[in-house]
């Protein structure tokens, strides 16, 4: 099977913009990152698309991949030549995980079509600003390690100013106008959107803060007629009982696959994780 190579976002899409918009919710992360980078005319070094007939992949910068693939033919193929890099890890539909080595870890891909009503947690939202940057910088490196993201502390940093940057960050202040949890949107396409870094400081936990901050955010992306999506932990049967309350449902599942010698590494300006 031929595997067709580009290094700029808009030649890949001519080619994978069929296979990618026909299961557009599905193709989520691979799809919004694209998007993403095709508004952009800077050109970025270490960039490389993949496109089968019925398969496609995306290699950044801080060489993680994500791959989309509808059959165990277009994955082989896909992942015969990420093989041949120096790979930091790669984001697969778990049935190809087995093609490729690493260590493995396990997301559950969630979607929301109809919000269920929850007893809402005093308090309101609010988009984070500058004046929070302090804490959210903190909470984002302990997400990292929470969650055991390949990640540096520079790294998380640097992942919250970016949605500061873009107004994607929100907080809960509960009724002692306490910043109390954190919740970012991302990974847009024309009929989806992504939630992500869903945290709560830990002395506020339990009280339903960051459900009911998803609860509020997933309202509005339905109301933009857009399906929210999200990860979670596979392994983690309470954060899903979580997500499951409130609406959502498991499509399918993801691994990512990471190098054994991976370790956390200065950042780069185009970010893949699924997490984030």
Not at 29 to 52: D, G, H, Q, R
Not at 76 to 102: M, W, Y
């Amino acid at each position: 099977m031929r595997v067709y190579e580009f290094t700029d976002a808009h030649s890949f899409l001519e080619r994978a913009r069929d296979f990618l918009f026909k299961d557009e919710i599905r193709h989520n992360l691979l799809l919004s990152s694209v998007l993403t980078l095709s508004k952009s005319f800077t050109k970025t070094p270490s960039l490389l698309f993949l496109a089968t007939d019925q398969g496609a992949a995306l290699r950044a910068p801080n060489k993680r991949w994500i791959v989309s693939a509808a059959s165990s033919t277009d994955a082989a193929a896909l992942t015969s030549r990420i093989a041949q890099d120096a790979f930091r890890s790669v984001t697969l539909p778990s049935e190809h995980a087995g093609l490729l080595n690493g260590v493995a870890s396990a997301q559950n891909f969630m979607t929301l079509k109809r919000l269920m009503p929850i007893e809402p947690s005093a308090g309101l939202l609010r988009a984070a600003s500058s004046r929070d940057l302090k804490i959210l910088t903190a909470w984002s490196q302990q997400f990292a390690i929470e969650q055991n993201l390949d990640e540096s502390p520079r790294e998380a940093e640097e992942a919250i100013q970016k949605y500061l940057d873009h107004r994607q960050l929100f907080v809960w202040e509960n009724s002692a106008s306490q910043v109390t949890a954190m919740t970012a949107l991302g990974g847009f396409t024309p009929k989806s959107a992504r939630v992500s870094m869903v945290y709560t400081d830990p002395q506020h936990r339990g009280r339903g803060f960051a459900s009911t901050l998803v609860h509020r955010l997933s309202h509005r992306l339905l109301q933009d007629s857009r399906t929210p999506v999200l990860f979670a932990d596979a392994t983690n049967a309470q954060t899903k009982h979580v997500y499951e309350k409130l609406g959502y449902r498991t499509l399918s599942q993801v691994t990512e696959l990471r190098a054994q010698e991976s370790k956390s590494r200065d950042s780069d300006p185009t970010r893949v994780n699924a997490s984030r």
